[in-house]
Nanobody, 121 residues
Framework: QVQLVESGGGSVQPGGSLRLSCAASGSIFSIKNMGWYRQAPGKQRELVATITSGSNTNYADSVKGRFTISRDNVKKTMYLQMNSLRPEDTAVYYC???????????????WGQGTQVTVSS
């Protein structure tokens, strides 16, 4: 079995910072693309940022210059450093990863349970 567990969410004032983490565990052979998504109340889930196994990154226009995605392949962990947070960044943040499990040898997409980020004064 494979699990993705997010942490680091919370409440912060506008202009503040948070760092999210997503740790993968289980019978993992390799992790390919990883990404952060978010879903605000009443809205569809949207892409925030993605990172390949070679650490090539892609960002939504709304977070460019403020958020930084990174990963530690040894620790099987992905991070999202969020700076200059705005009220419109308020959402549940989900991590996603394409993982090849040992013995399965095929890539499947996995999701974490989500972590709440609230930006409010």
């Amino acid at each position: 079995q494979v699990q993705l567990v997010e942490s680091g969410g919370g409440s912060v004032q506008p202009g503040g910072s948070l760092r999210l983490s997503c740790a993968a565990s289980g019978s993992i052979f390799s992790i390919k693309n990883m990404g952060w998504y978010r879903q605000a109340p009443g809205k569809q889930r949207e892409l925030v940022a993605t990172i390949t196994s070679g650490s090539n990154t892609n960002y939504a226009d709304s977070v460019k210059g403020r958020f930084t995605i990174s990963r530690d392949n040894v620790k099987k962990t992905m991070y999202l450093q969020m700076n200059s947070l705005r009220p419109e960044d308020t959402a549940v943040y989900y991590c996603n990863a394409d993982i090849v499990r040992r013995g399965i040898w095929q890539s499947y997409s996995y999701w974490g349970q989500g972590t709440q980020v609230t930006v409010s004064s």
